[in-house]
């Protein structure tokens, strides 16, 4: 990759941002430099995309704050391009209903998503609680039966050990994000599925695509781009598969390495 010379203006090239440790910081907020980032890739023409494991509801005051609207939801389950839903991936209801049963049985909860809200499957679970207000919401709303009124996109498994819920349910992906809770998806989903729906959408190419990650639901997507880019506070196994690694979030590694690759001065 080689930096862009005399000012000249990037086009049909698309950037993917993931939110917790990339876009937002250690203490979720959202460093001046990558506002400044952003709005100097839009400046030279590069398209912005989100790309998380969290759900649309999660971060709208993000994409309003950044100016985004083509995004990545639910490790790639649910994707928007330019405002519009361009393709969606929810879980099935009746192994829903069997995964749920045996979330009662072995004593956790679960936590139901759609792209417009999220409910609990009980009340004041305190691994869900600390895994939630990890990500600075407040506990949701019970609703046990949730997931039959509505398309589920993803569900947040409240437990400390998954190997046993592997074991029993192959068909669905459980991808740690916190010490109490793993992300639960249809298998064979990831950020890259979706990434790659988006691109598709947008009339890009996989070549000309960018990813910027730190997180175990990253390394899909890192490895599919044409260049892939580890934080400096990403996992080692990210570091290991990216293409380039910047610095820290916190010491404005997504700028620092936008402007490593060319894409903004």
Request: net charge negative; glycine share 8%.
């Amino acid at each position: 990759m080689h930096p862009r010379k005399g000012g000249k203006k990037l086009k049909n090239k698309i950037v993917f941002l993931d939110i917790d440790g990339t876009i937002v910081n250690h203490d979720k907020e959202i460093p001046a430099s990558t506002i400044e980032a952003v709005r100097k890739l839009k400046e030279n023409g590069v398209y912005v995309a989100i790309a998380t494991g969290r759900a649309p509801f999660m971060y709208e005051d993000i994409r309003k704050k950044l100016g985004i609207d083509s995004y990545v939801s639910f490790n790639g389950q649910y994707v928007v391009l330019n405002g519009e839903v361009v393709y969606k991936n929810p879980l099935p209801l009746n192994r829903m209903e069997e995964l749920f049963a045996t979330v009662k049985e072995q004593g956790h909860s679960i936590a139901f998503m759609n792209h417009l809200e999220m409910r609990a499957s009980r009340p004041d679970d305190k691994l869900a609680e600390e895994a939630i207000h990890s990500l600075k919401f407040e506990y949701p709303n019970v609703d046990p039966e949730f997931y039959k009124k509505t398309e589920i996109y993803q569900s947040l498994l409240f437990c400390q050990e998954e190997a046993n819920y592997k074991q029993k349910y192959a068909d669905l992906r459980f991808i740690r994000w916190h010490d109490n809770s793993c992300d639960v998806l249809p298998d064979g989903g990831s950020k890259a599925v979706g990434v790659e729906k988006l691109i598709e959408a947008s009339g890009l190419q996989i070549e000309d695509s960018f990813a910027f990650g730190d997180g175990l639901n990253d390394l899909e997507m890192i490895q599919l781009v044409g260049t892939g880019v580890a934080m400096g506070n990403a996992i080692p196994e990210l570091k290991k598969v990216a293409d380039y690694v910047t610095d820290d979030v916190d010491k404005d590694g997504l700028y620092k390495g936008l402007v490593h690759l060319g894409l903004i001065n």
